[in-house]
């Protein structure tokens, strides 16, 4: 069975960097794609950035040059280096794994991120 754990949310001021992490367990995690996706209140979830198992990066404009995201396929984790926030990054980011063999999608349970002006 997949788990996800992420970790490292917080409250930061604007112009601040975080790093999320996620810790995956019960997968052949090198061969899957990871994701960070985030919601905030009253909206849809969307993504934020995905890396495949040969380290191909996909980013949402909004956080192009500012966030990066990278993997450590011994330790089983994803990491979300977030740089000059903007209040309008405050969310609860989410892990995500996409099986490139069942394509079932699994999911963390959620890390606060909260940005202040």
């Known amino acids: 069975q997949v788990q996800l754990v992420e970790s490292g949310g917080g409250l930061v001021q604007a112009g601040g960097s975080l790093r999320l992490s996620c810790a995956a367990s019960g997968s052949r995690f090198s061969i899957n794609t990871m994701g960070w996706y985030r919601q905030a209140p009253g909206k849809q979830r969307e993504l934020v950035a995905t890396?495949?198992?040969?380290?191909?990066?996909n980013y949402a404009d909004s956080v192009k040059g500012r966030f990066t995201i990278s993997r450590d396929n011994a330790k089983k984790v994803v990491y979300l280096q977030m740089n000059s926030l903007k209040p309008e990054d405050t969310a609860v980011y989410y892990c995500n794994l996409h099986s490139i063999i069942s394509t079932f999608d699994y999911w963390g349970q959620g890390t606060q991120v909260t940005v202040s002006s």
């Open positions: 890396i495949t198992g040969d380290s191909t990066t």
